[in-house]
């Protein structure tokens, strides 16, 4: 018995993509699985972790709770994404320049959600990074860095 | 066994309605529920997968007359974030505020909140103090029929409401408060963040003169469904909000409460955090 699939049309990092998908699947496996981005993580697969955080018409979410088949006609954009893009450039610097990142599983999440806090609130203080990244887990970094790290980026913009 | 066979994402409310005639529809809107849910096996699809998200009627956060209208659509951001509900509303920015994680708030939405039917969720409590009705649509002939009830009315059992598998919610109506109006809203949990609550309250009223009236109470997890809690309104209403009447209203409300045992707390602990922040929450009234 064949899965139900379903055509889609979204756009991806800037560009238009065509694709056939498992009406099931989950946006965080047609990354990965289907496209091949494997820059977002699996981590739990129930929104507690935030490691497959991507933003979809200007608002981070966790691609792990939503339907692939919901991305059709809507703008994706993951952590791939933003490799030529100046704000996360300043990002990736002020993580090595904190040491923000251990084992790094937690970090391309930790950066898409940065990214969209910082689009929202420009200078952020400490305490709106954190409620901004409470929906990340960082098992090594003890989260310090990330936060001084983010708040770093936001006050030399 | 029944078997997902089709895929549909209407873009008007009448196609929508039309799909339910059937009743074996899933119906997707935020999907922060659905797709764990479903990938874990803990929902099975029915015929229909319909994704709603390209209904223009269903979004957006309008004044119509001495209402609010919140479509079902919208997400939990929008509505923390929106200047009339921040105005008139704020026991549910509050709770909105409190609900899981920004990547959450950005994708759940108050439709999917309202139709999950859990005992615990977070914007159920103050919509139930703010007097909200749940407006419905179907096409049990051949047109459009809408209609609304008190959200009070609405839960029958954890997940279970009175939407039959024909209808659509399509938003919320909530009275714009009058002047001297108070809404509080608490939630707690063990972690600000991405926690279901052990229990939550939800009060608002007006207050003039130290006497609180038209009072509305609600409580979360603590019954099987989000409790209106009728024998504490009343040790409330038209008293004047002293020590006594406060504590007296805690006690009922303790009693009034019941909770389970379960991985979050106690009955015994849920029934003690009734009483004690109901006090707290009141005394915030009152000060």
Partial sequence: MSALKHDIEFTLNGVKRKLTVDVTMNALDMLRDAIGLTGTKYGCGEGECGACTIQVDGVSLNSCLMFAVDCNGRDVTTIEGLANDPRADALRDAFVEHGAVQCGFCTPGMVMQADHLLHKHGHPDEACVKRGLEGNLCRCTGYKKIVDAVVACGATE | ?287
């Fill in chain 2, 1 to 287: 066994m029944t078997e997902l066979k089709h895929y549909f994402a209407p873009t008007s409310l009448d196609q929508a309605v039309e799909c339910l005639k059937d009743g074996d529809v899933t119906i997707l809107a935020g999907g922060t529920d659905l797709t764990p849910q479903s990938q874990a096996g803990r929902i099975k699809f029915k015929h229909t997968l319909m994704n709603i998200r390209h209904i223009p009627q269903l979004s957006g956060i309008t004044l119509e007359g001495d209402e609010i209208r919140i479509g079902a659509l919208t997400t939990i951001t929008e509505i923390m974030e929106h200047p009339l509900v921040k105005q008139h509303l704020p026991a549910l920015v509050e709770a909105c505020d409190h609900f899981a994680s920004d990547q959450i708030r950005n994708a759940g939405t108050i439709g999917g909140n309202i139709c999950n039917a859990s005992p615990a969720g977070d914007t159920l409590i103050p919509l139930l103090v703010l007097d909200a009705r749940v407006e419905l649509a179907s096409m049990p002939e051949d047109k459009l029929y809408r209609h609304s009830m008190p959200l009070s009315t609405f839960f029958v059992g954890p997940g279970k409401t009175r939407k039959s598998l024909c209808e659509l919610v399509t938003c919320v109506r909530i009275p714009v408060p009058g002047a001297g109006h108070v809404s509080r809203f608490y939630k707690h949990g063990t972690r600000p963040a991405l926690d279901i609550s052990t229990i939550s309250i939800g009060v608002a009223g007006n207050y003039r003169d130290g006497v609180l009236s038209q009072v509305r109470v609600a409580f979360g997890a603590v019954a099987p469904t989000p409790l209106r809690a009728e024998l504490t309104e009343q040790a409330l209403e038209g008293r004047r909000l002293d020590a006594a009447a406060i504590e007296n209203a805690a006690a009922i409300a303790r009693d009034e409460v019941n909770p389970i045992d379960d991985v979050r707390a106690s009955a015994w602990y849920r029934k003690e955090m009734i009483h004690n922040m109901t006090k707290r929450v009141l005394e915030n009234v009152s000060a």
